[in-house]
């Protein structure tokens, strides 16, 4: 049996355990059933799960839930509008989000898929150190993207 102030009372039956509870006016709570005896603590129940649920609001503030953002680019970028897109890129990815590199593909611009395919590669190269690539290149209508998503180790 453990005390009210974290002591050591040995022993003790369970008529004596609820007789002492009920002295400290406090509850009589079972914290290690399977023990040979069982171990049983004099505290304030109520004040214990409000600090259980206090720390769990905590730990849930912290969380961060990772999220899926786009970055949309065409065929013919040029290179001051890339930088910008990758350095958006790499900005959700310090921030622990996916990342989905969506382009588009006007008109004419159809016949262009190799370089398309090249210009995707080259923004999993650029954000290798910090990303891996998650879904690899897909084909969907007019539309070519990649996922990638931050390295588990970085996390």
Known sequence: ???????QLGVVTALRAMELAEQFELDLVEVAPTARPPVCRIMDFSKYKYEQEKKERRAKKNA?????????IKPHIEEHDY????????MF?????????NLFFQGREMAFKDQAKILLQR?????????????DVM??????????APKADKV
């Open 139 to 148: 084909m969907e209508g007019r539309v070519m993207s990649i996922v990638i």
């Open 83 to 90: 930088q910008t897109k990758l350095k958006q890129t790499i």
């Open 64 to 72: 961060h839930v990772s999220q899926l953002k786009q970055i949309r």
């Open 93 to 101: 990815l310090e921030k622990k989000d996916k990342v989905r590199v």
């Open 123 to 135: 923004f999993v190269a650029d954000t290798a150190e910090l990303a891996q690539v998650e879904k």
């Open 1 to 7: 049996m453990i005390g009210p102030n974290s002591e």
